[in-house]
């Protein structure tokens, strides 16, 4: 990583989450009547940049929103959280919608309708990410935009940070660029299995195991497991997202991989807590309390 490099980008999604708690899905031809939840900021890049922020790194956010009210609430969000913004506006396309279903174990299922995320183009996330010391991409973003960031990121010196997600077997074309892979056991799966990811380019994979904690594989040696922090979780939608950011902004403050996933495993649990997709109640002070008391 370069002395000149710093901080953190997000090249991602940004949506507007309509939560609604309910016990169960509904049945196809079924209307349920649920509980409104309320109104959050999301998309995976959002919610990736707001936890990299919360946990202590400067961050940056390159993505695309609507002319309309739902951008102007995302954008008021990334600010508030201490987010550099550089979202541009779509003349054409609305501003991404997550339609997310909360049932009462904890769990939930979303439909996402992409809008003016669509848009981000190769040119938006070069620029965005010029100059950060950690990239961090998803795929609920075009693939060239994803592709050109890590590229020039890998050229430039920063190190990479890849999410898989939603899986998508081209992301495969992707490794050669990426330093750190997380994806979960789905997606691994989806995508070949660990052996084939190291195999293709990854330098390291991290693979989430939900409340099993996640495992750290790197070619030529063991896996390492850390295991996740005991909670009672409130709404899982945004736990993977923030453990995301919290890698991120750990690796770009200097810690090691093993600590940052502990790290990042303790920002994962304190959003599980509560509900949307991101909470206030994250912070480097809370994340240091949480690792403190395992």
Do not use: Y
């Not at 940049?49 to 990334?78: I, P, Y």
């Amino acid at each position: 990583m370069s002395d000149a490099l710093a901080g953190v980008a997000v090249v991602g999604s940004a949506n507007l989450d309509l939560v609604v708690e309910v016990a169960r899905p509904p049945r196809v031809g079924e209307t349920l009547l649920g509980r409104a939840g309320g109104r959050f900021p999301g998309g995976k890049g959002l919610n990736q940049a707001v936890a990299a922020a919360r946990t202590g790194a400067s961050t940056r956010f390159v993505g695309v929103v609507g002319q309309d009210e739902a951008g102007s609430v995302l954008e008021a969000a990334l600010a508030k959280a201490g987010v550099d913004a550089a979202l541009r506006r779509s003349a054409a396309a609305p501003t991404g919608v997550a339609h997310v279903l909360a049932f009462d174990d904890g769990d939930n299922s979303i439909l996402v309708a992409a809008g003016a995320n669509t848009e981000l183009t190769p040119e938006d996330a070069v620029a965005g990410t010029a100059g950060a010391a950690v990239v961090l991409a998803q795929l609920e973003v075009p693939f060239g935009a994803v592709a050109a960031a890590l590229r020039a990121a890998r050229r430039s010196g920063a190190l990479t940070i890849l999410n898989a997600a939603p899986a998508q077997m081209r992301a495969v074309d992707l490794l050669p660029d990426v330093d750190v892979l997380v994806v979960n056991e789905t997606e691994c799966a989806e995508l070949g299995g660990i052996d084939r990811l190291l195999g293709a380019g990854a330098g390291t994979v991290v693979l989430t195991e939900g409340a099993a904690g996640v495992t750290l594989h790197r070619a030529g040696r063991a896996g390492q497991h850390v295991a996740a922090f005991r909670i009672d979780a409130v709404d899982t939608t945004g736990a993977g997202d923030a453990f995301c950011g919290a890698l991120a902004a750990s690796l770009a403050q200097g810690w090691d991989i093993a600590p940052a996933l502990v790290r990042a495993c303790a920002a994962g649990a304190i959003v599980a807590r509560h509900r949307g997709a991101t909470t206030p109640a994250l912070s480097v002070a809370a994340v240091d309390a949480l690792v403190a008391g395992r």
